[in-house]
């Protein structure tokens, strides 16, 4: 290794690792300081394969920045789910228990007749079929020309004469 400023000859430690260190003095603002280093290692292997994190002071439940775990969010998720269906299910119970809950009873209207069924009732008797062709779904009788059942809209069979 090679490094300009010269920074010593180094300090090695329990794990292998020399450490270069080196006081510099002041340095006054906008003034360059640069430090050039060289390094080849004849192997591909690391330095030192196995050094182990250690966190700086010790972890507890009250470490800022620690994250809450997956699980418990989970679970507290889950839970509050069930209790949302549990309380939805009761409430759908009650109320479908109690007398009238269907709500009042819906007024019947009696059936009207078809708009069209009127106007063909209503229709003068030049206007109708003279062949007397019928609709062989309602039994409505058709007007000349009528493609279609004018009361249920299926296509009429005409005869060819």
């Avoid at 939805?88 to 009207?112: E, F, L, N, Q, T």
């Amino acid at each position: 290794m090679q490094i300009t400023p010269s920074l010593g000859l180094g300090a090695t430690n329990s794990s292998g690792i020399t450490f270069f260190n080196s006081t510099v003095g002041t340095v006054k603002a906008g003034t360059k300081f640069s430090v050039a280093m060289k390094y080849q290692k004849s192997s591909d292997t690391l330095t030192a394969s196995n050094l182990q994190v250690q966190p700086s002071t010790p972890i507890s439940s009250q470490t800022p920045g620690r994250a809450v775990s997956l699980n418990v969010i989970l679970a507290w998720t889950l839970g509050a789910l069930g209790a949302l269906l549990l309380v939805g299910g009761g409430v759908w119970y009650w109320r479908s228990s109690r007398p009238g809950a269907s709500g009042p009873a819906r007024k019947r209207h009696p059936i009207r007749p078809k708009k069209a069924a009127v106007q063909a009732a209503a229709a003068p008797a030049e206007t109708q079929a003279e062949d007397g062709v019928y609709c062989h779904q309602c039994g409505n009788r058709a007007r000349d020309g009528d493609v279609f059942c004018r009361l249920c809209g299926t296509r009429l069979r005409k005869e060819e004469s």
